[in-house]
């Protein structure tokens, strides 16, 4: 059944051009991809993205309290689901929101109502897809909200859950959106959303790994306690990458990384080189990453993001190779193999 939502006056072209004039604000690499996939699939997933992008800001706030997180998730579904009305809900967050979060972000919540609109514009396939992700990534980001602390989360298992929880089932929505705009993948499905969970699950790691510093500074810490322990490191007193230990256990989460990347590769090649847009998309998102895993295997010792961000310079020039070899599976993989040459490769 479609899903409705009570709106105010917005025509629907007014919600729509609000959508996109916001997206480029709230998102960085994919306001570089999404916007050239064909109509209506890019209206699909910006509003996917928006609507992911407001989990996010819920999740990431912190003047708000574990219960008070996960109050207002519970409620973000029930506005996304009709069940209540979004403007209240917006009217009761929006003033709780600290400058931790943009001002872009700030102003999407309070929007809500209008991507909720063009959400109702979609068809059917499109909307469970998106409702579905949200469904497991609220109720999954508020359970490690809960367990999430300097002390790193339990185990490898449970990185694995929270990536999952946060990436890997965007990986399966998009999927889905794929599948419902080119039918003819319906045939690789199966096989595209397994590969999808290790997609998101290999970007998420990556970012963990080269954000954990500034998480640290915020109390957080997403990297596995058993598998620092067994190098001999205890992350609750974790304080800079030159301690004993640290640089091995940074090689094999990097390796695990590496690792799922490989397998986004395998899910990117599924899409027939004629769907050049759809195949961009994950091209775009995998070379960043892996040239992300290279500078922080070069760079063990470092101790900020920036230190280990990639250079505008040379993403411009890595989207153009991509660009040029996009329907040429063979020079991508050599270029995959050649670009990953220096990296550990953990198994999963």
Known sequence: MPFTQATGALAPQSALGYQEAIFPQVSRSFALTIPQLPPPLNTAMTTAYLLCRIADTIEDEPTLSITDKQHYEAAYIRAVLGEIDAQPFCDELAPLLS????????????????????????????????????????????????????????????LKRYCYCVAGVVGEMFTELFVDFAPELVVHQERMASLA??????????????????????????????????????????????????????????????????????????????????RFFGLHSLGLAILTLRNLHRRADFHSGSQVKVPRGLAMTTISTLRSLGGDNAGLRALFDRATRSLPLTSL
């Open 99 to 158: 400058e931790a979060s943009s001002p872009a972000e700030r102003a999407l919540l309070s929007q809500l109502p209008r991507v909720l609109e063009v959400l109702q514009t979609l068809d059917e396939p499109q909307q469970a897809a998106i409702v579905q992700c949200l469904r497991v990534m609220c109720p999954g980001m508020g359970d490690f909200q809960r367990v999430v602390g300097l002390q790193g989360l339990e185990t490898l298992s449970e």
């Open 197 to 278: 969970v290790s997609f998101g699950e290999g970007l998420q790691l990556t970012n963990i790994l080269k954000d954990q510093w500034e998480d640290r500074q915020r109390g957080v810490c997403w990297l596995p306690r058993d598998l620092f322990a067994r190098h001999g490191v205890c992350l609750l007193s974790l304080h800079t990458s030159t301690q004993p230990g640290y640089g091995p256990a940074l090689t094999e989460l990097i390796g695990i990384a590496h690792a799922h990347l490989r397998r986004a590769l395998d899910y990117t090649l599924l899409i027939a080189p004629e769907r050049a847009s759809l």
